[in-house]
């Protein structure tokens, strides 16, 4: 079964984009290579939801950080080299070498190009494998049981093999005989064609693992522990958005008899920015990536689902409310299916009028947690739902983000408390920003 995030789950939390503005895909987006690029994308794409395979992914990330390694290939030469594999003989030995012959033959009376093209290749690719064979004998010395070791193992056992015998006695060479050539253009273009892009595809494994663990060790993240679905539990310690480098951390813990977390507290206390971040961490969590928390672990979820930013559709004639009750609705559908999810909702139904959003908070809200399989945050403006929720659930937590007053300015802790907050100071915001008298004051320069 593979991991549900739909598109406004992931727009929601800005997960994806290598363009996007501060997206979680940029902030690891440290590759060297654009097969790498290609592997991490793929790997935001579809998270995991096997407890083993999560560990070892997030084992490996970590072994890299404690490393501390660098890309060990040039960067040009190793592109001069996918192009070189890229463009042989289709598995031919025939027709490769013919070709190889006819290009060269052309090319010794000036008539074309493309052979010095293949034989830059050729050399170039001589140059990585040396490089890379060098790397990985160094690592299996430093540690044969290593994470790394059954990925590397086959590339290193065919690089030092019988058909790749060779390599030692070329390496550094910058011209060589055509019948030589000719072997080795056979060699690395048609035998081994599996296995070279066999050996590419580890290339942009260790690219992506070098990247995403230098990232973790560069801003502090650490590596989340992957439970078994039935445990049902999230813990995660000191959490923080990834994106933001002077974040204030939170902790939450979650277990089947506290699976709701009911969260208030004023405009710009830092709500919704905790709750992206939660689900962040949970998403990477799920990838076996690094997270911006000091530990975390987690029960391995079938998705996740948001509500945070939910926009209107002009197009369907949908308001913002309408759009908004359509998403819980989705939602709701899948959590009713029985499926182990983590729902986050910010501002449950804020398109609407106080006594319409009372109501559909509170009943909503009660009625998810009666699924207890699934985790729960829901935040709110609308303060008294606590009291009646608090009547009716007992697998609520009530969590707030405060503010304090400093006179008439508000100042914001960012620091989760238990409880529900009181505070309601959107007035008085309005009144510090003089919006009423700027109105006030453009109105009597128009009557003048």
Not at 52 to 60: A, G, P, Q
Not at 71 to 78: I, T, V
Not at 97 to 123: C, N, P, Q, T, W
Not at 258 to 271: C, D, E, H, P, Q
Request: hydrophobic share 40%; with cysteine; glycine share 6%.
């Amino acid at each position: 079964m593979s991991f549900s995030a739909d598109k406004q789950t992931l727009d929601d939390l800005n997960l994806l984009g290598r363009y996007k503005n501060n997206s979680v895909f940029s902030i690891f987006n440290k590759v060297r290579t654009d097969g790498g690029e290609k592997l991490l994308d793929y790997f935001f794409h579809h998270p995991l939801t096997d407890v083993t395979e999560i560990n070892k992914r997030s084992e490996l990330f970590r072994y890299f950080g404690e490393k501390a390694l660098t890309f060990p290939l040039d960067r040009e030469a190793f592109n001069t080299m996918e192009n070189y594999l890229a463009s042989g003989g289709g598995g031919n030995v025939l027709l490769a070498s013919f070709d190889f012959v006819r290009k060269r033959a052309m090319h010794s009376m000036g008539l074309d190009k493309e052979f010095e093209v293949i034989s830059k290749g050729l050399y170039a690719t001589v140059e990585v494998l040396h490089q890379l064979n060098g790397f990985l004998t160094k690592l299996a010395k430093e540690g044969p049981d290593s994470p790394f070791q059954p990925q590397a193992k086959p590339v290193q056992e065919m690089l030092n093999g019988p058909r790749m015998q060779w390599l030692a006695a070329v390496q550094g060479k910058s011209s060589l005989p055509l019948a030589k050539l000719l072997q080795i253009d056979n060699t690395l273009r048609v035998t081994l064609r599996e296995e070279m892009a066999s050996l590419l595809q580890l290339v942009y494994h260790l690219d992506v693992y070098i990247a995403v663990s230098g990232v973790a060790k560069a801003k502090g993240f650490s590596y989340a522990r992957a439970l078994p679905a039935s445990d049902y539990v999230i813990r995660i310690q000191d959490c923080k958005h990834p994106g933001l480098d002077k974040a204030v951390a939170n902790s939450v813990s979650m277990d089947r008899h506290s699976n709701v977390v009911f969260l208030t507290g004023a405009n710009m206390a830092g709500k919704s920015t905790f709750m992206k971040s939660f689900g962040i961490s949970l998403v990477l969590a799920h990838m076996g990536f690094p997270v911006a928390a000091s530990s975390m672990e987690f029960s391995v979820r079938d998705g996740i689902y948001t509500s945070i930013n939910v926009p209107d559709n002009l197009q369907m004639g949908y308001s913002h409310f309408y759009a908004e009750v359509r998403r819980v609705k989705m939602v709701a559908e899948e959590v009713a299916a029985g499926k182990n999810l983590v729902v986050i909702f910010d501002e449950l139904f804020k398109g609407t009028n106080v006594k319409d959003a009372y109501d559909a908070t509170l009943a909503v809200t009660q009625a998810f947690s009666e699924y207890r399989n699934s985790f729960f945050i829901i935040s709110t403006h609308i303060i008294e739902v606590a009291d009646a929720l608090k009547e009716r659930c007992n697998n609520l937590q009530f969590l707030f983000l405060p503010t304090i007053m400093e006179g008439t300015v508000p100042k914001y802790t960012y620091r989760l408390q238990e409880g529900v907050t009181e505070d309601r100071h959107g007035m008085m915001i309005i009144e510090n920003e003089g919006i009423v008298g700027i109105i006030k004051g453009a109105r009597k320069v128009a009557v003048s």
